[in-house]
């Protein structure tokens, strides 16, 4: 079981992530919104195994999130959740671990979770 943040601005794909996340035994922790105030906050109560950011390139939130997390951790895992068409040529660059294009489906989303879970950890 991983302790996993999902920031998400969407509700309801925050609730549907929160649901398959608990469904397949792990820890979801929901975060509605783009605080980086409360990211940090929120990884240091829970001190999750990956974080999953909701990414939009027409404003800098998932940039000032991802810098918000590195300030804490530069080892955790963070994946770009985004429906920006360039978001496959933008996370690596931006510092994402991995990302995921949306629309997608929870096979492609639980395999990405997977990969990132199953790297070792530096510290």
């Not at 390139?57 to 590195?70: F, P, Y």
């Not at 996370?91 to 790297?119: H, Q, R, T, W």
């Amino acid at each position: 079981m991983a302790t996993i943040i999902i920031q998400e601005n969407d509700s309801a794909v925050l609730d549907v992530l929160t649901q398959a996340l608990k469904l397949e035994g792990h820890l979801p922790i929901p975060m509605l919104g783009s605080c980086p105030i409360e990211m940090t906050k929120s990884v240091k109560r829970h001190y999750p195994d990956l974080v999953l950011v909701d990414y939009r390139s027409n404003n800098d939130s998932g940039k000032k999130l991802l810098a918000a997390i590195r300030k804490i951790s530069s080892w955790l895992p963070v994946m770009a959740l985004s429906c920006d068409l360039n978001i496959s040529k933008m996370a690596s660059v931006i510092g994402f671990n991995n990302f995921l294009a949306k629309p997608f489906d929870l096979d492609e989303f639980f395999g990405k979770i997977s990969l990132l879970l199953n790297k070792p950890k530096l510290t």
